[in-house]
C-alpha cells in the first residue's frame, strides 16, 4: 500500500504568519491526492483535491501543489480557525490511505 | 444541503457484531459512492469500505475484510456497515462520507457515530 509521510508532526505559529505543510507518497500518486482539516470534535473537511483544487467553499488562503511524490498544502495567512490537524490522503492505488496528520498549533 | 447523519454505535463485546447505519439528506444519494472511514481514539484516519452507487462495486481495507460488509438501500438513502467478528482494535469513531463525483476523495462526511468493543 501507499505510505503517506506527513511533516513536520506539530507545528506552532501565530496568526497571521505564512505555513507550507508537506506529504510525502512511498510510490507515485500523479496527482491523486487530497487535503483534510479537522478541528477538535468535528468530522474532517475536504480542503483540497487532485492535488491543487479547493474544495466547494474553501477560502482562497489553502492552496495545494505537488505531483508524483512530494506534495504541499500552504495557507497564505493564518486565521484563527486554521489552527488544526491536516490530513493529506491518495486515491491513486488500493486501499486509500491517509498521513498520520500534522498539528498546527497556535504560538 | 447535503446532511449524513451516522447511527447504530455503542458497546460491543469483542466477537461480537453491530450494524452502523448512515442515513442522507439533501441529495441524489443513488447517484453517489458512498465510503465509512474510522478514526480510533486520538489517532489518525482509516479507511475501511467504499461501495459504487449503485452497489455493485464493494472494496474493503485488509483490517476488515471478511469481518465488515459494507451495502446500501437506494431507495431509503441509507448506507450500511455490518460489523461481525469485532475486536477490541475497531474501537473507533465510524464516518460515512459521500464520494466526490471526480474521484475517491471524501464530501461530505457525517458527524461520526462512537463503537468501543471492550469486555
Known amino acids: 500500500e501507499v505510505v503517506l509521510t506527513q511533516s513536520p508532526v506539530t507545528l506552532s505559529l501565530s496568526p497571521g504568519a505564512r505555513v507550507t505543510l508537506s506529504c510525502r507518497a512511498s510510490?507515485?500518486?500523479?496527482?491523486?491526492l487530497a487535503w483534510y482539516q479537522q478541528s477538535p470534535g468535528q468530522p474532517p473537511r475536504l480542503l483540497i483535491y487532485?492535488?491543487?483544487n479547493r474544495a466547494t467553499g474553501i477560502p482562497a488562503r489553502f492552496s495545494g501543489s505537488g505531483s508524483g511524490t512530494d506534495f504541499t498544502l500552504t495557507i497564505s495567512s493564518l486565521e484563527p480557525e486554521d489552527f488544526a490537524v491536516y490530513y493529506c490522503?491518495?486515491?491513486?492505488?488500493?486501499?486509500?490511505?491517509f498521513g498520520q496528520g500534522t498539528r498546527l498549533e497556535i504560538k | 444541503q447535503v446532511q449524513l447523519v451516522e447511527s447504530g454505535g455503542g458497546v460491543v463485546q469483542p466477537g461480537g457484531s453491530l450494524r452502523l447505519s448512515c442515513a442522507d439528506s439533501?441529495?441524489?444519494?443513488?447517484?453517489?459512492?458512498m465510503h465509512w472511514i474510522r478514526q480510533a481514539p486520538g489517532k489518525g484516519l482509516e479507511w475501511v469500505a467504499v461501495?459504487?452507487?449503485?452497489?455493485?462495486?464493494?472494496y474493503y481495507a485488509d483490517s476488515v475484510k471478511g469481518r465488515f460488509t459494507i451495502f446500501r438501500d437506494n431507495s431509503k438513502h441509507t448506507l450500511y456497515l455490518q460489523m461481525n467478528s469485532l475486536r477490541p482494535e475497531d474501537t473507533a469513531i465510524y464516518y460515512c462520507?459521500?464520494?466526490?463525483?471526480?474521484?475517491?476523495?471524501?464530501?461530505?462526511w457525517g458527524q461520526g457515530t462512537l463503537v468501543t468493543v471492550s469486555s
Open positions: 510510490q507515485s500518486v500523479d496527482s491523486y
Open positions: 490522503q491518495q486515491r491513486s492505488n488500493w486501499p486509500i490511505t
Open positions: 439533501g441529495f441524489t444519494f443513488s447517484n453517489f459512492g
Open positions: 487532485d492535488a491543487s
Open positions: 462520507a459521500r464520494k466526490l463525483m471526480g474521484g475517491d476523495y471524501f464530501d461530505p
Open positions: 461501495i459504487s452507487y449503485d452497489g455493485r462495486f464493494e
